[in-house]
C-alpha cells in the first residue's frame, strides 16, 4: 500500500495559465475526494467521485475548474486561466465504500498551487 | 449545510500534560460519524480518531479520547500524556450519508518540551 500520491507537489504559475494536478488513489479505493485548502484554514470539498462517475460538485468549483476520472483509478483537476485567489493547497483523498473503515479518507500530502 | 466549529485556534501545552480541543456541530441528521484528523507541518493529514453517532460510547485511541456530546452536538478531542510528536493542526470533521467530509477551522496545538 503506497497511499495516496499527487503530483506533482508544488506548482508556480501565471495569473491565466493552465494547470493540471494528478492523484492516484490507493488501488482497491473506489472513492476519491478533491478538496482545497488555503493557509490557516479548514480543506474544503470540491467534487467527489465513485469509481468513474462524479457524483457531487460544490459550488466553489467554477467552470474554470474541471476534474475527470477516466477509468476508475486515477483523477485529475485542471484549472484553466489561473487567477490570483486559485492560489490554494489542493488535497485528494481516497477512502472504501464499505467495510469497517467505510467514511475514513486516506490523504494525499497535496498540490500546493502559488499564482503570481 | 452542516458546519463544523472549532472555537480554539491555538492551543499550547507541555509535554506529558494534557489537552482538550473542542469541537461543535450543526446538523439535523441523526445518523453521522464525527472525526478528529491530524494535519503536522508539512505532512499528509491523517485520522486519529473516529465515532459514530448511534453509539453511545465514546471512542477511544491510546492516549486519544473524545467526549461525545450528541444532544449537545459537541465533540471534544483529550490528548493524554502530550508528546512533542502531537504538534500538528487537528480539524473536527463532520461526515453524513457515509461519504462527504465537512471540517472545521482547525485548532494549531504546540506541545513545549
Known amino acids: 500500500d503506497t497511499g495516496v500520491s499527487q503530483d506533482p507537489r508544488h506548482k508556480i504559475t501565471k495569473r491565466g495559465q493552465n494547470v493540471t494536478f494528478r492523484c492516484d488513489p490507493i488501488?482497491?479505493?473506489?472513492?476519491l475526494y478533491w478538496y482545497r485548502q488555503t493557509l490557516g484554514q479548514g480543506p474544503e470539498f470540491l467534487t467527489y467521485?465513485?469509481?468513474?462517475?462524479?457524483?457531487?460538485k460544490s459550488r466553489l468549483l467554477s467552470d474554470r475548474f474541471s476534474a475527470e476520472r477516466p477509468k476508475g483509478s486515477f483523477s485529475t483537476l485542471e484549472i484553466q486561466r489561473t487567477e490570483q485567489g486559485d492560489s490554494a493547497m489542493y488535497l485528494c483523498?481516497?477512502?472504501?465504500?464499505?467495510?469497517?473503515?467505510?467514511?475514513?479518507?486516506?490523504f494525499g500530502e497535496g498540490s500546493r498551487l502559488t499564482v503570481l | 449545510a452542516q458546519t463544523v466549529t472549532q472555537s480554539q485556534p491555538e492551543m499550547s501545552v507541555q509535554e506529558a500534560e494534557t489537552v482538550t480541543l473542542s469541537c461543535t456541530y450543526d446538523?439535523?441528521?441523526?445518523?453521522?460519524?464525527l472525526f478528529w484528523y491530524k494535519q503536522p507541518p508539512s505532512r499528509q493529514m491523517i485520522l486519529v480518531i473516529r465515532?459514530?453517532?448511534?453509539?453511545?460510547q465514546n471512542a477511544t485511541e491510546n492516549r486519544f479520547s473524545v467526549n461525545f456530546q450528541k444532544a449537545a452536538k459537541s465533540f471534544s478531542l483529550k490528548i493524554s500524556d502530550s508528546q512533542l510528536g502531537d504538534t500538528a493542526m487537528y480539524f473536527c470533521?463532520?461526515?453524513?450519508?457515509?461519504?462527504?467530509?465537512?471540517f472545521g477551522a482547525g485548532t494549531t496545538v504546540t506541545v513545549r518540551a
Open positions: 483523498a481516497s477512502s472504501e465504500s464499505r467495510g469497517r473503515r467505510t467514511g475514513e479518507l486516506f
Open positions: 488501488s482497491e479505493h473506489n472513492r
Open positions: 467521485f465513485q469509481n468513474e462517475a462524479q457524483l457531487e
Open positions: 446538523t439535523s441528521e441523526s445518523n453521522y460519524y
Open positions: 465515532q459514530e453517532a448511534y453509539k453511545q
Open positions: 470533521a463532520f461526515m453524513k450519508n457515509d461519504y462527504k467530509l465537512s
